[in-house]
């Protein structure tokens, strides 16, 4: 499967300033995701981040808070913008293909905001 | 409105025993179920999965059961070892070739020695 390495691992942010998260992947895959992980919860889906177009972005999550960049079919980043306490999480990348092969995520990135 | 719900938080077994994750789900329109475990500080490693046409899969110890009727899916681990002890998600694919899961809210497994 493919390797996924997301940076940064972690960081603490103070409010109302601004992360970008990236993910970079060994090979060429169809379709990657961000995913977000609030403490003690399931992984709740952000957005597909398409390549060479706008991220498709699920019920919930904008734009303006999430901005998702993918410019080649080995890359994305996710932007967690304007922070507060509650986008504390561990946000994760994953990369899959269509037709019911399983998505490979990356670590994570565990990000806290004071 | 949960569309995966893994309803037990925690599980313990002993080593060399069986151990059953169970999963439901309420949409009938999922394409594929998958089994992931994660361990702290990693991401979700992929398990095993289950074709929604099939009603059973097998790999080594794991062996996933669908029952589409109940719209109900559970893992069995066997023989569990301690090494598995980690939190197991559930995961659903929509019909529609999007690509994207849906999740449980995930079962912790300890296997004791």
């Known amino acids: 499967s493919a390797v996924i390495s997301q940076k940064p691992s972690r960081d603490i942010c103070q409010r109302g300033t601004s992360l970008t998260i990236q993910c970079q992947v060994d090979?060429?895959?169809?379709?990657m995701f961000w995913y977000r992980q609030q403490p003690g919860q399931s992984l709740t889906l952000i957005a597909t981040a398409n390549q060479g177009s706008e991220a498709t972005y699920e019920s919930g999550f904008v734009i303006d808070k999430f901005p998702i960049s993918r410019p080649n079919l080995t890359f994305s980043t996710l932007t967690v913008s304007n922070m507060s306490p509650e986008d504390s999480s561990i946000y994760l990348c994953?990369?899959?293909?269509?037709?019911?092969?399983?998505?490979?995520f990356g670590d994570g990135t565990r990000l806290s905001i004071l | 409105d949960q569309q995966v719900k893994q309803n037990s938080p925690s599980l313990s077994v002993q080593e060399g025993r069986i151990s059953i994750l169970n999963c439901d789900y309420t949409n009938s329109m999922f394409d594929y179920f998958l089994w992931y475990k994660k361990y702290p500080a990693e991401g979700p490693t992929f398990l095993i999965s289950i074709s929604s046409i099939k009603d059973k899969n097998e790999d080594g110890r794991f062996t996933v059961f669908l029952n589409k009727s109940a719209k109900h899916l559970s893992l069995h681990i066997v023989p569990s070892q301690p090494g598995d002890s980690a939190v197991y998600f559930c995961?659903?694919?929509?019909?529609?070739?999007?690509?994207?899961?849906?999740f449980g809210q995930g079962t912790t497994l300890q296997v004791k020695p």
């Open positions: 090979s060429q895959v169809t379709m």
């Open positions: 995961a659903a694919s929509p019909s529609g070739n999007t690509g994207k899961l849906i």
């Open positions: 994953s990369v899959g293909h269509v037709g019911g092969q399983p998505q490979h």
